[in-house]
């Protein structure tokens, strides 16, 4: 799909610098902290200090008598109103739908983590708010706090009494394949078993969550900037489940949005609170987090405990993959919450791989800390985590070489569209031919030279590799109605050509961070052959937007990319209509080539600005036939998930004396199917990686056993930096198009955290071995403390 | 943070009349008081800057040959002009990040005496005298422990003032998130005997490893350390680390230092 000339026309394939950075740049971004309305008051929260706790009382009088202070909240200003919901049902294995305990929007009757808001303080300043919070005097009485899974699996302690156990859900998938991977597994030649955490990790947007809610008396509407991945979503959530304002009285705008990784897809708490404080106090309210409560209170990823067994035959033909987890929801089910260790996880755990048989269980468990949910990757890192570190304890265990075994059990190209025997339908791919290139890219055949220079020097080298997948594009709303979604999952675009022939492009997916500003335009420039320069994206607003679902699952191009497309070619069919109508030709006559409609064989033609201005001015127009006007919308609902897949490699430096772990080679080979813009995609995936080796190697959520965030703050909390990572060698050309979407293109967004945790593990225990120590496994992150214990025996 | 007042005095004499309101707090380069005040976990009524006092800024060398170093230098200032002392230009330009090193000063580190901030290890190492509003100390005397030193109550650092050793250098191991000193070894090689201080490692702040210090001064070699061994007992475990591996860490920065400085 990309062209020759793609880059001088700017169309697709065209490596765009992004037009979106200007303003970042440049500090004339505009974030929700960045916006100050006409009357503003300020909310603060105060937040439980204990993890499990019941409220015996809570004292606002001398609170609400300080300077300033105009109202109070607390829990039992919202028992009427609606919980926070999940937005997925998960049964378990007995047919039992989960349990799922109310989400209110401040905690009452008990705290259940360390930063669970129990009240709320509106003040004319922040200041005074602050001051306030602290005169609140709250009597909670401390209860022994569920931290560790297996105990609270195994009772004791329960985080929400009314539902009498802690366990949310035990899920099986496929429970049709249970008996058959068990048997094959008994009756295996060889079976790999490894014990893992897939470790926490706090998302750390550079933009800390934000939102001010505006209310207009006069005409009873709500306006609410917040910082989401999804305004819509959100909109759906609080009008639907929580506030019961009618959507059509609410508008949620999402400004430009400085990160999310998942953490700003959900409604929070916070953001319901500051609109029924509007609406009460007839003043715009304003709540910006501070990055403590970001820690505190932001939903987390991860948090996996998994056993894994590998079953195959000796020559390592794969038999079955077997898991059973232990998932941390937290204290409340987050809106993705009960989706992503189910099926964003489990649908993937046959990997790269034609395994005949796949049983997965997964316990959610409820625990005194904060929500977790889906953070860049979610559930799938967890599931290629899983899969290709026993791959790579197999290898070691059958003595052959990780590449071979991989290729071995790949999934060949003539084999698609293939029937994973986890339960998706995978439609296109070529991992030989990403491993080909994969081993090219690291030069693997240079590695025993510098493993010999680096021991030289002191040092422990070790190369690891990976292979993933990865199911993106996250939609079809058939597919995900029948895994348990409550929402439809397609997206939507409106293209407006204006009179003047510029187009405005409105989009249900959201930027923030993802180049849709620049990328978006490439399509339709492409399509309709004008200057990209001339299409502007809007993006982030109810009232401006057709009804889309925002972006995460690395769906924003495949989804709602493809829902411009639909758009465009809407455009184009009308345009065609109007040209002919110019032109005094016949409909099917009309070839649109270039930016101009001409008459097929024929040297009369109308460029598009001409035919733009004409549906504007429709003198001496067919009204009969045409309406004037050139705008069209689509919603787009694909007929699968996308699968992109790569191979990634690394290798990395062990000091033996410290444990201090070093990469100093990485290399990813991906395949996002057709490229609309390359330079965004490297950067997409460099991003990915820098998170991913961040949580392989350093990234570290720990809470004590009474339930206090350890790593609360970057003191503790270590997030990468660039001297932490390595220059990078990435490919992505040459991928295998997605088969059922118009663009081809597969999602960038996810792949590179999810294939890097696995490879830098590899690598590690590779090193480590290759200095004759019997180390089969250690627990990311892999700091420096925990390589050397596991060193020392 | 709380309100507070400010003041800028010019003098050091100023500066100590300031500090004896009562809450008033002394305001190196904030790097640590600033962000503690904005999580009002220190409410100081009054903060007295000591930045705007040119008599405690620079570097200079005293006729003793020791580098002498205002109280309210900045680190990048010290690791730039520092050349005469270059394992504490070294440790200097270590400290933090660009911005730390352009506010944080001196005299507000060894003052906090961090159990895991560079400085204190130069300044024991080193043997300096700290110089107050009142006094000479000498470093032997005034690190008490995890954020206790021998200052009194409004009593200011003006001066820092190193002897030069013949050969020194300041290993580091970076905690992952701070980048403060998991472990850091100051190792200083005088005409008669060699210091070696360690901080980062020990429940009770930055310390001498004496035993290191008899081995080097007989035999400055890293294989004099090798066979030295710490015990875990009393250092510093936590999420980075626990006492056992901090104290093999400082055995294994102690022969690092060593070989770096020989």
Redesign the interface.
């Known amino acids: 799909m990309p062209k020759d000339n793609a880059d001088e026309k700017g169309g697709i394939g065209a490596a765009t610098t992004r037009r979106e950075d200007f303003r970042f740049l440049t500090g004339a971004g505009q974030y929700t902290d960045d916006i100050t309305l006409q009357g503003q008051t300020h909310a603060v929260f105060a937040r439980s200090d204990v993890a499990n706790g019941v409220i015996k009382s809570i004292d606002t009088s001398t609170a609400m008598g300080m300077p300033g202070v105009l109202a109070i909240f607390t829990g039992e200003d919202f028992v009427d109103v609606g919980g926070n919901p999940a937005g997925w049902l998960i049964n378990s294995r007995d047919g039992e739908p989960m349990k799922e305990p109310k989400r209110p929007v401040l905690a009452h009757g008990k705290v259940r983590h360390v930063g669970d808001a129990y009240a709320a303080v509106i003040a004319e300043t922040k ?1 005074q708010a ?2 306030a919070v ?1 005169a609140i005097e709250a009597d909670i009485e401390e209860l022994p706090a569920v931290i560790d899974m297996a105990s609270a699996v195994a009772g004791g302690g329960l985080v929400h009494d009314e539902i009498e156990t802690n366990v949310c859900f035990d899920w099986g998938w496929i429970e049709d394949n249970r008996a058959a991977t068990d048997a094959a597994i008994k009756a295996a030649p060889h079976v790999t078993t490894l014990e893992l955490v897939n470790n926490r990790l706090v998302p750390n947007a550079m933009e800390p969550r934000a939102s001010i809610a505006d209310y207009n008396a006069g005409t009873d509407e709500y306006t609410l900037y917040t910082t989401s991945q999804n305004p819509h979503l959100t909109r759906l959530l609080i009008s639907a489940f929580v506030l019961g304002i009618p959507e059509n009285k609410l508008r949620v705008v999402a400004p430009d949005v400085g990160g999310g990784f998942g953490s700003k897809i959900y409604h929070y708490g916070e953001e319901a609170l500051v609109l029924a404080a509007a609406k009460k106090l007839k003043r715009p309210v304003k709540w910006t987090a501070s990055r ?1 409560e970001a820690f505190l209170t932001d939903a987390h990823g991860r948090d996996h405990v998994t056993k894994i067994e590998l079953a195959c035959e000796k020559d390592g033909t794969f038999i079955a993959f077997r898991t059973e987890t232990m998932a941390n929801v937290g204290a409340y089910l987050s809106n993705f919450s009960t989706a992503t260790p189910t099926f964003l996880h489990g649908t993937l755990m046959a990997g790269n791989y034609t395994v005949p048989n796949v049983y997965v269980n997964v316990k959610a468990v409820f625990t005194n800390t904060a929500p977790v949910d889906a953070y860049r990757g979610a559930g799938r890192p967890e599931a290629t985590y899983s899969i290709e570190r026993v791959i790579d304890m197999c290898a070691r265990e059958l003595g052959i070489d990780p590449i071979e075994l991989r290729r071995k059990n790949f999934v060949k190209p003539d084999q698609y569209p293939f029937a994973s025997a986890a339960g998706l339908e995978y439609d296109s791919g070529n991992y030989d031919a990403q491993m080909d290139k994969l081993e090219a890219l690291i030069d693997r055949d240079g590695f025993a030279a510098r493993r010999a220079e680096s021991e030289k020097n002191g040092k422990l080298r070790g190369l690891g590799v990976n292979a993933y997948i990865e199911a993106c594009g996250i939609a079809p709303s058939n597919l995900v109605g029948i895994l348990g979604s409550r929402v439809g999952l397609y997206d939507a675009a409106t293209v407006r050509v204006n009179a003047t022939g510029n187009l405005s492009v409105m989009v249900g997916a959201h930027s923030h961070g993802q180049g849709h500003e620049t990328a978006f335009p490439q399509v339709v420039a492409d399509m309709l052959g004008v200057d990209p320069a001339s299409i502007d994206i809007v993006h982030g607003d109810t009232a401006k937007i057709p009804f889309g679902m925002g972006t995460y699952g690395s769906r924003s191009l495949a989804v709602c990319g493809s829902a411009v497309v639909r758009a465009t070619e809407k455009i184009i069919a009308k345009a065609k209509k109007i040209a002919a109508h110019m032109l005094e030709a016949a409909e099917g006559d009309i070839e649109l080539s270039d930016g101009q409609f001409s008459v097929a064989g024929t040297d009369k033609s109308v460029s598009f600005g001409e035919v733009a201005l004409k549906a504007y001015i429709p003198h001496q127009f067919p009204i009969e036939d045409i309406e004037p006007g050139l705008e069209e919308t689509a919603f787009y609902d694909p007929a699968n998930f996308t699968y992109p897949s790569g191979a990634y490699a690394c290798e990395v430096e062990v000091d033996p ?2 444990g ?1 772990v070093t990469v100093e080679r990485f290399a990813a080979a991906d395949d996002f199917g057709n490229i609309i813009n390359p330079m965004i995609v490297t950067g997409q995936v460099h991003g990915g990686l820098g998170q991913g080796i961040g949580q392989a ?2 990234e ?1 959520t ?1 809470y004590d056993e009474s339930g206090q965030l ?2 609360a703050s ?6 990468p930096r660039a001297d932490d990572l390595p220059f990078y060698q990435v490919d992505h050309s040459d991928g295998t198009p997605c088969t059922h979407n118009p663009l081809g293109v597969k999602g960038c967004g996810e792949a590179g955290a999810i294939g890097s945790p696995p490879t830098v593990v590899n690598a590690v225990v590779d090193a480590i071995q290759s200095g004759g120590m019997d180390v089969t496994h250690v627990d990311m992150p892999l ?3 925990r390589v ?2 596991a060193m020392q025996g | ?3 507070f007042d400010l003041t800028r005095p010019t003098t050091i004499a100023d500066a100590v009349a300031a500090l004896n309101e009562e809450d008033a707090q002394a305001l190196g380069g904030g790097q640590t008081l600033i962000p503690t005040m904005k ?2 976990l220190a409410m100081p009524s009054k903060l007295v800057s000591l930045g705007a006092i040119p008599e405690m800024k620079g570097v200079c060398m005293s006729d003793a040959g020791e580098v002498c170093i205002g109280g309210a230098t900045p680190h990048a200032v010290v690791s730039a002009e520092a050349t005469a002392f270059p394992g504490l230009a070294d440790l200097a330009g270590q400290i933090g990040d660009p911005a730390v090193r352009n506010r944080g000063t001196i005299g507000g580190s060894l003052a906090n005496n961090d159990p895991s901030a560079c400085y204190p290890a130069a300044a024991l190492a080193a043997g300096a005298t700290i110089v107050t509003n009142s006094r000479e100390i000498a470093a032997d005397d005034f690190f008490e422990g995890m954020f206790e030193t021998s200052l009194e109550e409004g009593e200011i650092i003006t001066e820092v003032r190193f002897p030069v050793p013949e050969v020194s250098h300041y290993e580091k ?1 970076l905690q ?3 980048r ?1 000193a ?1 472990v850091g070894v100051m190792v200083a090689k005088f005409a008669d005997g060699v210091r070696v201080a360690v901080t980062g490692a020990s429940e009770n702040g930055v310390f001498r490893w004496k035993e290191a210090e008899q081995a080097l001064s007989a035999n400055f070699s890293a294989d004099a350390v090798s066979d030295l061994a710490l015990s875990g007992d009393e250092m510093i475990s ?5 006492g056992e ?1 901090r104290a ?2 400082v055995n ?1 920065m102690t022969g690092r230092a060593v070989k770096a400085a020989s």
């Open positions: 200041q602050q001051d602290e403590s004396e410290t201090k190697l350093i570290q720990a350890l790593s970057y003191m503790d909390y270590a997030m700091t420096p403390a050397w214990n | 943070m709380y309100e999580q009002r191991f992952p998130a701070s403060f998991l936590d999420l980075h680390g626990s591996y093999h860490l294994v």
